[in-house]
């Protein structure tokens, strides 16, 4: 039997393969119910290896990694006899869940290259939180804008998914007026896609257009579920751009109100950043009462030894809005370890760390010079311009 991409899968069961559609269709477009779809799959083929793979990194994702490795297992044991694609697939996904990023995204070009409508596969490498932005080097941005063009003599011109892509390896290139009218096509054809949604508030966010995110956002996110993965983010997103208009009291109700009661359905990486940075950013505006409470105890329950890079910046930014400067050196510790493994945003993340320690102990030169270190290489950090741009948020307001 084929897939929905005309790609050879192995099961024996209509029913099973047309719900594995679905979970794959509701992963790409950040729509709520892949996990439900796959599970439909498993009940019809036990022995679906690209099911089980598919539930080990929709269940990784969700942080519950113990699940995540047991279903990973079981797509190993049933992969041994699938086609060459399945298997890769099937061993790239367990890659990332042993933690072995850089082979993964190694692993990821040769796929695409020979599979390039295995999307599942190809999108582990081109979002904001992908192989590629995590990867630590400077040039992130264009090696996804390469991918992705590599992708498009193989889809079709109006196909939602890759439109969604297009628009977003511009905009993160600085090309957001080419962009633009990608994400809005991408839109136009299917309306449920939270993926494209999302690029559209990089898009305002890049073009300077607070007004016209905030309308969209209203707009947009009343047919969006609360249990969608970006739920959350595109609130946060929305929130960015009510600062930006002074809107602060609106910002903070969305915070209060939206983003920190709706944590549990978000990513944990998503939903702690986005706490996290959104806290810091009103404290950089002189809002030094808000509580953090909320968004310290999801961290310290998803992320109790600490995390990736990009994690250890909101992780030092939450041990500086409360005041611990001990929490603080333990990331500096952890992000040490990232260094001597030899990431290339360790640098810019340390000297981050460095910068809040010196500001929280009032040594303003210090903190400045750290800071502006930071800034310099802050491309390597990963995630999107638009969740960077809090370094020189922070640079500014050091004084």
């Known amino acids: ?11 024996h069961s209509k029913d099973a393969l047309e719900a594995y559609d679905q979970a ?69 996904i367990n890659l990332m869940l042993e933690g072995r990023s850089a082979v993964a995204l190694q692993n990821v070009r040769m796929h695409a290259e020979q599979w390039p409508l295995d999307a599942l596969v190809i999108s582990l490498a ?19 804008f390469d991918l992705v063009q590599k992708l498009i003599p193989h889809y079709p011109s109006d196909h939602p998914w890759l439109l969604s892509h297009r628009g977003w390896v511009l905009i993160e290139t600085n090309q957001p007026e080419a962009g633009l009218p990608f994400v809005s096509r991408s839109l136009e054809l299917r309306p449920e896609n939270g993926n494209a949604a999302h690029v559209m508030m990089h898009a305002r966010f890049e073009r300077d257009e607070p007004e016209l995110a905030i309308k969209f956002a ?35 109700h969305r915070l209060l109100t939206v983003i920190e009661p709706h944590l549990a359905d978000a990513p944990p990486l998503v939903g702690m950043t986005d706490t996290a940075s959104l806290l810091w950013r009103l404290k950089l505006r002189g809002l030094n009462d808000l509580s953090w409470n909320t968004a310290e105890r999801f ?49 810019s993340a340390l000297a981050w760390v460095d910068g809040l320690a010196s500001w929280l102990v009032r040594d303003i030169s210090v903190a400045r010079q750290a800071l502006t270190e930071s800034v310099k290489h802050a491309v390597t950090l990963g995630g999107s311009h638009a969740q960077r741009s809090v370094i020189e948020r922070t640079l500014a307001a050091v004084s």
Request: overall charge negative.
């Open 24 to 92: 794959v269709d509701c992963q790409l477009h950040a729509w709520p119910g892949a996990l439900a779809s796959v599970d439909l799959a498993l009940k019809h083929a036990p022995d679906f290896a690209l099911a089980h793979s598919t539930r080990a990194l929709l269940l990784q994702s969700a942080g519950r990694g113990v699940e995540a490795r047991e279903a990973s297992k079981q797509a190993l044991l049933f992969a041994k006899a699938v086609t060459e694609r399945e298997q890769s697939h099937v061993g790239i």
């Open 126 to 144: 081109l979002g904001a939180f992908g192989l590629i932005a995590f990867s630590g080097q400077a040039d992130h941005d264009q090696q996804r």
């Open 299 to 347: 961290a310290q329950e998803k992320f109790p030894n600490g995390g990736n890079v990009f994690a250890e910046l909101h992780l030092a930014m939450l041990a500086a809005g409360t005041g611990q400067p001990r929490a603080l050196e333990a990331c500096r510790l952890r992000l040490q370890k990232h260094a001597d493994a030899g990431h290339g945003g360790a640098s």
């Open 1 to 11: 039997m084929k897939d929905s991409f005309d790609q050879v899968v192995t099961c």
């Open 218 to 252: 209203n707009k947009w996110l009343a047919q969006y579920p609360e249990t969608a993965m970006l739920f959350g983010h595109i609130h946060w997103h929305t929130a960015l751009c009510e600062l930006e208009l002074g809107q602060t009291e609106q910002a903070i």
